[in-house]
């Protein structure tokens, strides 16, 4: 059987576990995109079972649940979107998830408008998004000023969304991932002790291994 299931209203993609409950099956929803803000996806052989939504960007996590002692913000800052979760005590709060129009795009936007505004000149895109993701580039220091500036003062935005959401960092830890992570690293106030940062490209395939070797084991099958 297959019927639509809506989501959470995550402008993402996302995948969704199905469980049975005890001695149950799981299933996997096939992602298959969104609606104005509402996820939807294919759910295969549903019944009355109870749905456990983890989203898109959670699979870059999953492999490390163990790590998630107390309470923690997931923040996933991709290229046009900030995706938010709360993990507590090693469990996703699926009502605690959140989606706001901060990413990497926005933040070339608003150097490239400050440069503009600051030095009345039109920068490429690439040595902006080079000075994002490291810190630097070989170009004049006026416009290298100008540029860390603007993306320190983008990420600042990104920290005041987070307490918008309640990120407060004496009462929890804060992981990131995606590739705006490098503007958190680079330009970003935090503490570094309470504030993760996780720069692991192959994140994404661990996380749905992990997701994958839990269904087959669920399911009775074997790993070889």
Do not use: W
């Amino acid at each position: 059987m297959k019927r639509e299931v809506p989501g959470f209203g995550f402008g993402d993609v996302f995948l969704a576990e199905v469980s049975a409950g005890a001695g149950g099956s799981s299933q996997v929803m096939e992602a298959v995109g969104s609606f104005y803000g509402v996820g939807y996806g294919i759910l295969t052989d549903a019944g009355d079972v109870g749905l456990h939504v983890i989203t898109f960007f959670f699979g870059e996590q999953f492999y490390r649940l163990q790590d998630f002692k107390g309470i923690n913000m997931l923040a996933d800052i991709g290229n046009g979107t900030m995706n938010i979760m709360y993990i507590n005590n090693s469990r996703p709060l699926e009502k605690k998830c959140f989606t706001e129009k901060y990413g990497t795009h926005q933040c070339v936007l608003a150097v490239r408008e400050s440069l503009l505004k600051e030095l009345g000149t039109v920068v490429d895109d690439l040595v902006i998004e080079q000075v994002i993701r490291t810190g630097t580039a070989d170009i004049g220091e006026k416009y290298l000023t100008v540029i860390r500036k603007a993306a320190g003062d983008y990420t600042k935005e990104i920290f005041h969304k987070l307490r918008e959401r309640e990120y407060n960092p004496e009462l929890m830890r804060l992981y990131v991932v995606g590739g705006g992570g490098c503007m958190i690293q680079n330009f970003g106030e935090y503490d570094k002790s309470r504030v993760t940062i996780v720069r692991d490209i192959c994140a994404t395939a661990k996380g749905y291994e992990a997701m994958t070797v839990r269904k087959i084991q669920r399911n009775g099958g074997m790993l070889v």
